[in-house]
């Protein structure tokens, strides 16, 4: 292949369509500051995910970091999953969190309920999991298991945008939800993301840190600047309409794979039953290592980039010290590969990357 096949591409608006949105930008010369286009944003979101309180901001990390501090789980211990973009973590050690890693679910890879219940302690203030690859925690256990020790509730939903799950979104599940709408998900504006919050009172308070915690010229409390620009505002009002068929698109590809790949020698991930997927990525567990190394090397030669997305273990990053073993995520992200996938890829591509798996795992 001549032009490289990356493992996702951006869904974008024509040049007309965003070159309408920034004529009215200059006009108003209206850039930044919460304007009427990140107003736009926030209803229209709101109207599309039929959740309330959708609270756009600069990116879906500080989307996180801030929702840590709307539920009183920043400075504190938090249980999270090693199984995830760096991203997580690195939120949770930004705001000074003590962070405990339980294991994954082997079947879903999402956080396993029964390991976070074995590594609870007094001192635990909330849990952090993350709904990876658009496939929904078991949301009930977890639930549960908050309520039953007073904890807090923060999902990573950065995968998640357009997924639901017993007719709600992802996005409306525990205390909060955060979500990146980075150029790589189903949804972006580029760079940017947002906090779900459940109440009223949490949602003042995320608004008021996302500009700096004032308001005028009255100070109310310790805030940043994580505001999402008129700019960005603009590329996620162009394609929010473009979303449904997006996805559509996408999963006329994963069907493809299902169709291509083989039974044996690997497995995708198990989908909860209630969930309607989003399709956000084309996730293959391996069964050994070498065999995924010699995938990869295989496609590269052929202008091909799947991505080891999550790899590695992040209990197991050189600067995190005493981190408890989880050797299923330790495990799985040995073995996990993200195949190429976004709308319009192309069945010959699709082919051949399935032709390489199986040659691969034939030997």
């Known amino acids: 292949m001549n032009t490289p096949c990356y493992v996702t591409r ?6 007309q ?23 736009e944003l926030e209803i229209r979101l709101a ?5 309330p309180r959708v609270n756009v901001c600069a990116n879906g990390t500080i989307a996180l970091q801030l ?7 920043a400075g504190k211990t938090v249980i999270t999953t090693p199984f995830t973009y760096v991203a997580t973590l690195s939120a949770l050690l930004w705001e000074g969190c003590n962070v405990v890693f339980a294991d994954i ?8 309920p029964q390991s976070v219940a074995e590594r609870l302690t007094p001192e635990t203030a909330g849990i952090l999991p993350v709904h990876i690859y658009g496939n929904i925690c078991d949301v009930d256990s977890l639930d549960a298991l908050a309520k039953n020790h007073d904890l807090r509730v923060l999902y990573d939903a950065a995968h998640s945008f357009g997924a639901s799950y017993n007719n709600r979104s992802l996005l409306s599940y525990g205390d909060a ?10 949804f972006n504006t580029v760079e940017g993301g947002c ?3 459940q109440t009223d009172e949490a949602r003042e308070a995320f608004l008021l840190m996302r500009a700096y915690g004032h308001q005028g010229n009255q100070h109310f409390r ?34 493809m794979y299902d169709t291509l790949l083989p039974d044996k020698g690997l497995r995708r991930p198990a989908l909860r039953q209630g969930l309607i997927w989003n399709h956000a990525y084309y996730p293959v567990i391996l069964d050994d290592e070498k065999i995924l190394e010699r995938i990869v090397h295989t496609l590269a030669k052929d202008n091909i980039f799947p991505r080891r997305y999550f790899y590695p273990s992040l209990n197991t990053l050189p600067y995190i010290k005493n981190a408890l073993p989880c050797p299923v995520a330790e495990s799985v992200a040995r073995r996990v590969l993200c195949l190429p996938l976004y709308a319009g890829l192309e069945e010959e591509i699709v082919e051949r990357i399935a032709h390489c798996i199986n040659h691969c795992l034939e030997g």
């Open 67 to 73: 929702g840590l501090h709307v539920l009183g789980m």
């Open 105 to 112: 679910d082997e079947e879903t890879c999402c956080l396993d």
């Open 195 to 197: 906090l779900v919050t």
């Open 47 to 51: 109207q599309f995910l039929e959740t």
């Open 222 to 255: 310790l805030g940043i600047n994580a505001k999402l620009s008129e700019l960005h505002a603009a590329m996620g009002l162009c394609i929010l309409d473009k979303v449904r068929e997006n996805i559509a698109e996408r999963s006329i590809v994963s069907a």
């Open 177 to 186: 939800a955060a979500c990146s709408f980075h150029a790589t998900k189903v």
């Open 10 to 15: 951006p869904l974008m608006p024509t040049e």
């Open 17 to 39: 369509e965003y070159a309408a949105y920034v004529s009215r930008i200059f006009a108003s010369q209206h850039l930044t500051n919460h304007g009427p286009f990140s107003q």
